[in-house]
């Protein structure tokens, strides 16, 4: 009888190290396809200026072009982001790389101010497919690859991927538009290659969730929001810091290039794209420095951080300052990507399992509305006060926000 376990057990172990190497290498791809495609999300950050200077639009229009990725997220979050459970991880994360490439060559085909905005939805559509989708299907790939490691690996690389990558977008963009020449298409070819790369890899990766087919499936329907009555307070709380906190990725993503070349005379891309990338940069490390920490510790620490790194920011506009804007940037980045781990927590500490996505779908809701309207609101200013004056005035109404729903989520 032993010999017949031991012979089983033999014949079972190589097949479960071929699964585990193979799962293992997926993971790999499936953390380079995440962090290329959020990589082109930020690629026209450093680029909007030349935009700017070609067609002789406003900042206005900047934030205009701006908003509309982040309301293309926002709908796909709601329209397509839970799909996966249903569809499969693999099979939605190609079809959000695919959509991204999409708006690469819309880029590239359709190169006016009409073609940008609609460039920048569909890249936001994709985008919001994608978070949601890549984060679960490495947790799944790494559990499967490492059975009983724990989840550390994942946690790290899916914060990489996503904060990481759309650091990485704009330093790419900025070093290939300073150095390689035709600005506005060398950027956008490299990183439709670097997408592609990882589309055709990811058709190798194994498929980690149920796919429904026909009947099963449930019937379509939007992702919903839900969150305990008794709780509502605390969850409106943390959606306004949570869109207080992207409001800052918001304005390092968009204006702050043309902040570089008209108040700070540094029109160089290569440093636009770098300054994007140290706040991002600091973002994601923050969030794996403080990942064993409290919630509330991340929170707290996270929002004193913020509020002194827009004070710099706000600081550096005003003297002028290339330098403080830089550490502004990166004590502000680092700040809001520990408070918003922390939020994330504190969502998923109030939400009953079997609601906590769509928990999650309020506060994505909430951020990124944030990412959004103030950004706006600073290029609408800017059409009747100075630059300075505007961003005085977004520091002055995000602190505000945070200061009023600190003590709450605190607690």
């Not at 953390?31 to 450093?46: D, E, I």
């Not at 506009?317 to 918003?340: C, D, Q, R, T, Y």
Request: glycine share 10%; aromatic share 8%; charged share 10%.
């Amino acid at each position: 009888m032993s010999a017949i376990a031991d012979i089983r057990t033999g014949a079972t172990a190589p097949r479960q190290l071929t699964t585990s190497r193979r799962h293992n290498a997926a993971f790999w791809i499936v953390g380079y396809t995440f962090a290329v495609t959020m990589a082109f999300s930020a690629v026209p950050a450093p680029l909007y200026v030349l935009y700017q200077a070609r067609d002789h639009f406003s900042t206005f229009m900047i934030t205009v072009i701006f908003a509309a990725y982040a309301a293309g997220v926002v709908a796909s979050l709601f329209l397509a982001g839970h799909l996966s459970d249903w569809v499969g991880r693999r099979r939605m994360t190609l079809i959000a790389v695919a959509t991204n490439i999409a708006s690469g060559a819309l880029f590239l085909a359709w190169p006016t101010t009409t073609g940008l905005i609609a460039a920048r939805v569909i890249s936001g559509v994709s985008i919001g497919m994608l978070t949601a989708t890549a984060t679960a299907y490495l947790s799944e790939l790494h559990a499967t690859a490492r059975p009983g490691t724990g989840r550390t690996r994942s946690e790290i690389v899916s914060t990489a991927a996503n904060l990481g990558g759309i650091g990485v977008g704009p330093l790419l963009a900025g070093l290939l538009a300073q150095y390689a020449g035709h600005a506005l298409v060398i950027p956008y070819l490299v990183s439709e290659a670097l997408m592609l790369a990882g589309a055709v890899a990811l058709t190798l990766a194994p498929e980690t969730a149920s796919v429904l087919r026909g009947e099963q499936r449930p019937a379509y329907r939007p992702q919903r929001i839900s969150v305990p009555d008794a709780d509502r307070p605390l969850f409106f709380a943390v959606a306004a810091a949570g869109g207080a906190v992207f409001a800052l990725f918001g304005l390092f993503t968009s204006v702050t290039p043309s902040l570089l070349a008209d108040l700070l005379h540094n029109d160089s891309h290569a440093v636009a794209g770098a300054v994007a990338f140290a706040v991002f940069g600091a973002a994601a490390l923050a969030q794996i420095v403080f990942g064993r920490v409290s919630r509330r510790y991340q929170v707290g620490a996270g929002l004193v951080a913020v509020l002194a790194g827009l004070a710099l920011v706000t600081a550096s506009v005003w003297l002028p300052s290339f330098w403080l804007l830089l550490a502004g940037g990166i004590v502000a980045g680092g700040g809001a990507g520990a408070a918003f781990r922390g939020l994330v927590a504190t969502v998923i500490s109030i939400t009953p399992a079997e609601v906590r996505g769509e928990g999650l779908a309020g506060l994505f809701l909430g951020s990124y509305v944030g990412l959004a309207i103030p950004v706006v609101g600073v290029g609408v200013a800017t059409l009747w006060v100075s630059m300075q004056v505007a961003v005085l005035g977004l520091a002055i109404v995000l602190a505000a926000v945070l200061l009023a729903v600190a003590r709450r989520i605190l607690a």
